[in-house]
T-cell receptor, first 117, second 113 residues
Framework: EPEVTQTPSHQVTQMGQEVILRCVPI?????FYWYRQILGQKVEFLVS????????KSEIFDDQFSVERPDGSNFTLKIRSTKLEDSAMYFC???????????????FGPGTRLTVT | AQTVTQSQPEMSVQEAETVTLSCTYD???????LFWYKQPPSRQMILVIR??????QNATENRFSVNFQKAAKSFSLKISDSQLGDAAMYFC??????????FGTGTRLKVLA
């Protein structure tokens, strides 16, 4: 069964450094998402991406964040200058194109644990 | 704005017994979907069960079933014959409108041997 994959599984970085989190969505999916989960808290929406542009973003997704689909298979989240509070689990998700019922479901990757020191 | 509320931070159940996790939600959309996700210590999000709001019949997946009360905006998860492997965080989520998930704060389920 196709899966969403994410790399790396764990990233440690120093405050102020740039990080890029990578995701490979399921191949026939067209909508892509990033979510964040600070340890012990709920999962929060960051951004959705469709047709090579952001379709929606949350207030968490400020100018320090950007997303890109550089080559038709990868979907990346970049944090330009990391802060301590960016330490969290970052989940990528994808879904197929429009339709009823199950096609609205998003498939989650295993997550990247980001630790900012 | 959509909200999802899980009022039980932690629940315990004896192995082989039944437990019900509560979830209430609020959305102004008429078309929406509800999910329960399991998050073990690995922190991967694992889909347990889904419910389409337009379906009156409660969804079931083996030992997992839901009690979907649309008028009350309630969506509880029942786990029958609980197993040690069921121990995890459980998140309720609502998907509607702009198609982003709104998650609840989670319920930690402990299974006692």
């Amino acid at each position: 069964e196709p899966e969403v994959t994410q790399t790396p599984s764990h990233q440690v970085t120093q405050m102020g450094q740039e990080v890029i989190l990578r995701c490979v969505p399921i191949s026939n999916h067209l909508y892509f998402y990033w979510y964040r989960q600070i340890l012990g808290q709920k999962v929060e929406f960051l951004v959705s991406f469709y047709n090579n542009e952001i379709s929606e973003k949350s207030e968490i997704f400020d100018d320090q964040f950007s997303v890109e689909r550089p080559d038709g298979s990868n979907f990346t989240l970049k944090i330009r200058s990391t802060k301590l509070e960016d330490s969290a689990m970052y989940f990528c998700a994808s879904r197929r194109s429009s339709g009823r019922a199950i096609s609205y479901e998003q498939y989650f990757g295993p997550g990247t644990r980001l630790t900012v020191t | 704005a959509q909200t999802v509320t899980q009022s039980q931070p932690e629940m315990s159940v004896q192995e082989a017994e039944t437990v019900t996790l509560s979830c209430t939600y609020d959305t102004s959309e008429s078309d929406y979907y509800l999910f329960w996700y399991k998050q073990p210590p690995s922190r991967q999000m694992i889909l347990v069960i889904r419910q389409e709001a337009y379906k009156q019949q409660n969804a079931t997946e083996n030992r997992f079933s839901v009690n979907f009360q649309k008028a009350a905006k309630s969506f509880s998860l029942k786990i029958s014959d609980s197993q040690l492997g069921d121990a995890a965080m459980y998140f309720c989520a609502c998907l509607s409108g702009t198609y982003k998930y709104i998650f609840g704060t989670g319920t930690r389920l402990k299974v006692l041997a």
